[in-house]
């Protein structure tokens, strides 16, 4: 029985980490990464500098593995990242737990929806509903936070002279975590609190300096290559500055500046669903009620720390809340596999209620499960990813794309050094209409397009819109957009 339920997990595991991969749009993000990445491991350290170094040193290595630079690599640096974190948690759970738990916990970290705060759309649409299955920063900085963590737990809960290993570990895997992205450094509260949720002063002290040194001597060395100065100072300091200046957001309708406290909850319950949020709410009761020990508190104390940061914070973006998900999610599945298997055998009717209970409240993800695999089985290029072949097959080979309603770092992937916001560019061939507000179409070219419908030829690839000139090419006269006489002379002549 216990072999059959953990070979479909891991199996649905692989499937939701690695299949179609290569077929989702790239993010908005995942591009700069995916750059930064290729550029770091041919010693060139210019580019997202406000970001620390290692998760883009595993992407440029991934990709020069490949051979070519690109995102299918470092996606699946990211895929295998987040499945080793469910690895870790059923490593970690059934020793300390038992079989039953670490499963619930390792599937309900590799089965749900972790989207990228955004609502659930259409399956076929090419959004990424697995922020995992993208080149983010993310996925490696939880993985190794999530190894930290194990690693000090074995230290604290180790015997023998091994444990001294794991302590230093523990601050290696921490400075891997942090030099991959620094909202993970909080987690260094949980770490400090283990050795004193056990009376363990002796181990806080010595563990604790051979953490520390490792963690510092590793640190050094993966900020190296980027240099320290230019590295981790500017970071700091864009970073300071980006806090200062906040970040424009759009929320339930609403634009903010700076962030509200609550913005991390909303992206949480669009990008996994509601039913997944009750899941996890009830689990995480469920922890404190059945049986809550010092691995509770451990737990805890970190996934406060990460929520505290969060929530504090005056910058808030859709994915942030990524975070804080492995956390509540081990807290979750600790507490529902001690509410359907306690730590005494109850009797059998009792026990049957028990484990029926459990599987009842789990039965409410399996919706957003079906549709987090019905997304990944209909993966395919949409929107801006499909609209050069789209435009190839009207003619349209050549020429400068002009974009509205688009982000620059969202159409540059495809079009760049083609594309262009501004409506001067020469041999406008097409124009393409985003829904990004922040990026509004300029007033001539908007009423250009109202004014000459019947010289337009008018499509739309998902949610952008398309116009193509019929004569050819447009340009900017004057301060108007009008036909090119060049390209519609060309044109006639032929």
């Not at 806090?243 to 634009?255: C, F, K, N, P, V």
């Not at 807290?331 to 049957?352: C, D, E, I, K, N």
């Amino acid at each position: 029985m216990r072999v059959i339920a953990f070979t479909i997990v891991v199996v649905a595991a692989l499937v939701f980490a690695y299949w179609h991969v290569g077929r989702q749009r790239v993010d908005v993000d995942e591009d700069v990464y995916v750059v930064s990445g290729w550029e770091y491991l041919h010693g060139v350290f210019i580019r997202n500098l406000e970001h620390p170094p290692t998760a883009k040193y595993l992407f440029g290595l991934a990709e020069v593995v490949l051979g070519a630079p690109g995102p299918l690599g470092p996606r699946y640096v990211a895929a295998t990242a987040s499945f080793g974190t469910g690895l870790i948690f059923f490593l970690w759970f059934r020793r300390s737990v038992g079989f039953w738990a670490a499963l619930i916990t390792a599937a309900l970290w590799w089965l749900t929806p972790r989207a990228n705060g955004i609502a659930w759309s259409d399956p076929g649409s090419g959004v990424a509903t697995r922020m995992d299955r993208t080149a983010l920063l993310e996925p490696v900085m939880v993985f190794f936070a999530v190894a930290a963590m194990y690693a000090a737990w074995r230290w604290i809960n180790g015997s023998d002279r091994r444990r001294w290993f794991w302590a230093s570990a523990s601050g290696l895997l921490l400075a891997l975590s942090v030099t991959s992205k620094v909202t993970s450094a909080v987690l260094v509260i949980a770490i400090i609190a283990l050795p004193i949720l056990f009376r363990r002063w002796s181990d806080l002290l010595t563990g604790g300096l051979i953490a520390a040194g490792t963690f510092v001597i590793a640190f050094v060395l993966l900020y190296a290559p980027v240099g320290f100065e230019r590295g981790f100072l500017h970071m700091l300091q864009f970073q300071t500055e980006h806090s200062t200046t906040g970040h424009t957001i759009e929320l339930l309708g609403r634009e903010y500046q700076f962030a509200p406290w609550w913005a991390n909850f909303v992206y949480f319950s669009q990008g996994t669903s509601r039913w997944i949020v009750l899941v996890l709410i009830i689990g995480l009761v469920a922890a404190f009620v059945f049986r809550p020990d010092r691995l509770v508190a451990y737990l805890s104390i970190g996934l406060g720390a990460q929520v505290a940061f969060l929530t504090s914070s005056d910058v808030a973006l859709a994915h942030y809340y990524y975070a804080w998900m492995p956390l509540l999610i081990a807290l979750a599945g600790v507490g529902f596999g001690r509410a359907g298997w306690p730590a005494r055998s109850p009797g059998r009717r009792q026990a049957t209620l028990r484990v029926a209970g459990v599987g009842l409240v789990l039965l409410l993800a399996v919706a957003p499960v079906v549709r987090l695999g019905a997304a990944v089985a209909h993966a395919r290029p949409a929107g801006i990813a499909r609209l050069d072949a789209e435009l190839r097959a009207r003619g349209v080979d050549g020429g400068t794309i002009l974009f509205g309603g688009y982000n620059f770092v969202a159409w540059k992937p495809y079009f760049f050094p083609r594309g262009t916001w501004e409506p001067d560019a020469d041999d406008i061939t097409a124009v393409v209409q985003g829904v990004d507000s922040r990026f509004p179409m300029k007033p001539g070219v908007s009423s250009f397009l109202r004014a000459h419908r019947d010289d337009l030829e008018y499509f739309t690839v998902d949610e952008l819109q398309v116009w193509i000139p019929k004569g050819g090419a447009l340009q900017e006269r004057g301060g108007v957009l009008e036909p090119s006489p060049a390209r519609t002379e060309s044109t006639q002549s032929h």
